[in-house]
């Protein structure tokens, strides 16, 4: 699924880092990718088959 195979590529737009990943909820399987430095954010909800970005980190 080429979808999901950027999920793990993906860099900070701002710093270029690239995004860490942690998985949210374990029933959803929710995945958050996350810039280290808090640019950036972008999380992954395969039941839904949505992204959901912003430009900060919610932790
Ligand atoms: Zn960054």
């Known amino acids: ?4 195979q950027s999920l793990f590529s993906e860099r900070c737009p ?3 880092k690239v995004l860490n990943t942690s998985k949210s909820n374990a ?3 929710t995945t958050v990718k996350f810039c280290t ?4 954010q972008k999380e992954f ?4 088959e ?3 970005e912003s430009d900060h980190v919610s932790q």
């Open 27 to 29: 029933l959803q399987a």
């Open 37 to 40: 430095e808090l640019h950036y």
């Open 1 to 4: 699924m080429k979808l999901f």
């Open 45 to 48: 909800h395969p039941g839904l």
């Open 50 to 52: 949505l992204f959901v």
């Open 14 to 16: 701002k710093c270029k």
